[in-house]
């Protein structure tokens, strides 16, 4: 046991120590002040995703209240809100519609499963792959959809859109309450921008009697304590077969809005989240979540935005707003269905301002054409589609095409003869599956001597197109009479070579003096 606590850090003393940092260093107040305005936030954003996915509201809020106490105890990075998100809720949509909840709910569980074995074979680093046109891209899109959603808001009941005083009043409201998230914070911080805003309008709609929109006109939120049960759906291979790419998508898009959203909120707080830990954490909140009735979800940006901007930098914050949420279905709703979805409105307006990455479009003239192809299209097909993790994949495959083709071309062979009239090669840049024509034609085969010199000091053989590249252009001096000396190559590359003995012969292979060359050393 003592070397369990030693081998991974968590000795008693040091526990305590960090347990009593982390106390001195948390402002309740601004943690307090910040999960409520993040819970009122939370309200029609859960609802709203809900019933996109064709289910019922509270199946919204619960996942909300179990996805946000989860991510923010067990969570790698403190003041990150998760809950029901837009991109699970279009996921599961269809599923819900040609099965019904249950098997929502059993995919929710399965996708938090998936989840938990990313977080245990620690695959939350493949995050690091992403681009940066890639996150610029994904959060203004992100920024855009947010935006938009709250179009609809300017809606009557009918789905039409408000008119005349009707739409005037609205407009102010939402106009003030964006103004006060604006203005205060240049004079105080001592409370949060949003959660005055939202009491501001609350006070006018209340005390002048205005008649505008409340969350009640949309739904009621009232409920009880999330009900637990199993899913109830037949454990077959058939019901598995029809869930399991449900699920898949689910964990895929979950994680990617997660760690995306931890990596953003990581630049804003210089700090850095643990990506490994907030994968299981986030698996966690989904299983229990498909156990709780709730529609699973995966870390909000903008309810995160919210709450950093409000000064939370603690888990307490994500554990108030959880906690309040719950409290709002249970004994809160006649009071927060009568909050204006103006104030709200506003809020969110201003989530989306402040989620835009606006330095993006100063840096035009100075990034590269590809990065800032790459960047336009993940917005535009996060901002149509609806669908961060297809954004974010074709994102990421475009500029690893783009970093392909860049380095194929650069592979370049300087030649020269020695003393004893070899021909050397020395070959500059990556030899891999896109640079084996480029490196096939620098060779003149039947004008060089006998003796040919391939250097790779500067190079390296990368991949098995690289080792057959090597293998052909041996052949063809082999066919003619000639020798081909394979020169500087590193470690990995002769074990490469030397695991494809079995499947390609490499005809000659020299390098008597191998080592790793310093200034001035001489080739061998």
């Not at 964006?178 to 309008?201: C, D, E, G, N, R």
């Not at 049960?229 to 399991?244: C, K, R, W």
Request: hydrophobic letters at 55%; aromatic letters at 10%; glycine letters at 8%.
């Amino acid at each position: 046991m003592l070397f369990l606590f030693w081998r991974y850090g968590f000795s008693i003393k040091n526990t305590y120590l960090k347990y009593f940092a982390l106390v001195q260093t948390v402002n309740y107040r601004t943690e307090i002040l910040s999960g409520l305005t993040v819970a009122l936030a939370l309200v029609p954003e859960a609802v709203a995703f809900a019933l996109i996915a064709g289910l019922s509201p509270l199946t919204g809020l619960y996942a909300a209240f179990v996805m946000g106490l989860v991510a923010s105890v067990l969570g790698g990075r403190p003041g990150m809100i998760s809950g029901a998100t837009g991109a699970i809720a279009v996921v599961i949509a269809s599923l819900a519609l040609s099965h019904g909840v249950e098997y929502v709910f059993a995919t929710v569980v399965l996708a938090g499963i998936l989840q938990l074995l990313a977080g245990i074979f620690r695959l939350g680093k493949v995050m690091r792959l992403v681009p940066h046109p890639v996150i610029f891209g994904f959060v203004n899109g992100l920024a855009i959809i947010i935006f938009m959603s709250q179009i609809d808001q300017f809606r009557a009941g009918d789905s039409s859109w408000l008119s005349g005083a009707d739409l005037a009043t609205f407009s102010g409201l939402v106009v003030f309450s964006m103004l006060i998230i604006w203005l205060l914070p240049k004079l105080t911080k001592a409370v949060p921008a949003s959660l005055v805003a939202i009491l501001a309008v609350f006070g006018i709609v209340t005390g002048l009697g205005i008649d505008t929109k409340t969350v009640g006109d949309i739904t009621s939120i009232a409920g009880e304590f999330p009900p637990f049960h199993i899913p109830m759906v037949e454990f077959s291979l058939e019901t598995l077969e029809l869930i399991f790419p449900y699920a898949l998508i689910v964990a895929s898009v979950g994680l990617i809005e997660s760690l995306l959203t931890l990596n953003i909120i990581d630049e804003i707080t210089e700090t850095r989240g643990r990506s490994n830990k907030e994968c299981v954490a986030q698996g966690t909140a989904n299983v229990l979540s498909g156990l709780f009735s709730g529609m699973g979800g995966c870390a909000m940006l903008g309810q995160s935005l919210i709450n950093i901007s409000s000064g939370a930098r603690a888990r307490l914050s994500g554990v108030v707003a959880a906690v309040m949420l719950l409290v709002f279905i249970m004994y809160g709703a006649p009071v927060i269905e009568l909050l204006p979805m103006a104030a709200l409105t506003g809020v969110m307006m201003m989530v989306a301002i402040g989620t835009f990455e606006w330095a993006s479009l100063k840096v035009f003239q100075r990034m590269p054409a590809s990065d800032i192809f790459v960047m336009v299209l993940v917005t535009l097909v996060t901002a149509i589609l609806h669908n961060l993790a297809v954004a974010v994949v074709v994102g990421v495959i475009i500029s690893a095409l783009v970093f392909a083709w860049d380095n194929a071309v650069r592979i370049r062979a300087r030649k020269y003869f020695d003393e004893q009239g070899w021909k050397h090669y020395e070959i500059y840049g990556p030899l891999f599956f896109g640079s084996t024509t480029n490196f096939a034609e620098k060779f003149n085969v039947l004008e060089d001597p006998d003796h040919v010199v391939i250097d790779f000091e500067e190079s390296r053989v990368a991949d098995m197109s690289a080792i057959e590249a090597l293998n052909k252009i041996t052949e063809r001096y082999a066919k003619v009479g000639k020798k081909v000396h394979l020169r500087h190559l590193s470690a990995d590359c002769r074990a490469l070579l030397a695991n494809a003995e079995a499947l390609i012969e490499v005809n000659y292979y020299e390098d008597p003096t191998y080592k790793v060359a310093g200034a001035g050393d001489s080739v061998s």
